[in-house]
Every structure is written in structure tokens, then in C-alpha cells.
């Protein structure tokens, strides 16, 4: 690849990036209801999700998912449920009396990373970008080593930087709201991100 297609490249990721769906939602959810580092394991899943995605597309392996396979649904389901759960959690939180409840260590370790993953692998958007965006920019058939080398570095990093702008800006609105009644509000927005990017991904083909 030219200097020129790598660019066109990675401005249509980042524009894809910026468009909210799923992941943004999840993201942003997470970081209004516990601040920006909780999104730090979710940021680390949803890496590892799209450099599966990229490395399944350049190995062919991208078609046989966007066909619908069962582990596709699952995944997307599993992913969607996991996100429901967790707005329920929030929007509970929102009208506990006591707002600070603790994390469950399960969810400090990894639950995080499980979530970016399973978003990322279940979520059709990339499964369109990966599979029949992406080979706009990138000949399939007749990619050099460097070539895969360089994609599988510069689209999950331009996700994962766009991805943390949109988390950092979350939590900034959430460090404004240190009160107990706009934390509230905060959570309640949160709780419903959460659940409507789950319900979102469940409906979404």
C-alpha cells in the first residue's frame, strides 16, 4: 500500500469510529457510571476484537462470519445479553440510596475485556467494514506481509484511539456531576446507554 491509500485508510476507520453504535455505546456507559479507567479493560477487548476481525478478513475467514454463522449469533447474542446486564446494574445503582457500591472483583479483573470482545466480535457494523469496506482500500488477494502488518497496526489502534476519546470526553461530563442528584442522572444515563446498545445489537442484522 501507497502513503495515500494507508491515510484513506485510516481516516475512513476513524470516521467509522466516530459514528456511534455498540461499542461507543458500551464505552461511554461504562465510563459515565465508574469513570474512565473502568474502560480501560473494555478498550483492551474491543483491540483484540477488531484485530480478529482483521485478521479473519485478510485470511478470507471474515466471509464465513458475515454469513451468519451459529458462533457469529451466539457471540452477539452472549454480547448483547452481557450489556443488558450491566445497564440493569446502573440503572439499579441510580436509585439505590447509597451511591457507592462497590465493584465486584470479577468485574474489576476481566469482565471488562469480555465485554469490548464479545461487542466487537458480535457487531454486524464491523462485519460490513471488515469484510466488504475494507478490501476497497486493501487487494485481498495480492497482500504483501508488510502490508498486513501495517493495517493489523493502524485500524485497531485508530479504533482504540477514537474509542478512548469518546470515554475520556464521557467521563470529563462525569467529573462535572459530582453531586449525588447529577451522579443519579449520570447513571440513569448511563443504565440506559447500556441496555439500548444491547438491545441494539440483538435487533441489528
Known sequence: MNMEA????????????????PVVAALVGRALF???????????G??????VWLLAAVSGLGYVAASYSTLFLVIKYVGALYLIYLGIGALRHA?????????PKEARKGAGFVTGLLVTL????????????????IDMQALAFQDAVMAAILVPTTFCFINFCWA???SKARNLMKAQKPMRVMNMLSGGLL???????????
Not at 474491543?46 to 484485530?51: A, E, R
Request: negative net charge.
Open 34 to 44: 465508574k469513570g474512565v479507567q473502568s474502560t480501560f479493560g473494555v478498550l483492551a
Open 122 to 137: 458480535g457487531n454486524p457494523k464491523l462485519v460490513v467494514f471488515y469484510v466488504g469496506f475494507l478490501p476497497s482500500f
Open 95 to 103: 436509585f439505590a440510596q447509597n451511591m457507592e457500591v462497590k465493584i
Open 195 to 205: 441496555v439500548g446498545a444491547g438491545a441494539f445489537m440483538m435487533i441489528e442484522e
Open 6 to 21: 494507508l491515510f484513506a485508510l485510516v481516516v475512513a476507520t476513524a470516521i467509522l469510529g466516530m459514528v456511534p453504535g
Open 168 to 170: 475520556f470526553s464521557a
Open 46 to 51: 474491543v483491540f483484540v476484537g477488531d484485530l
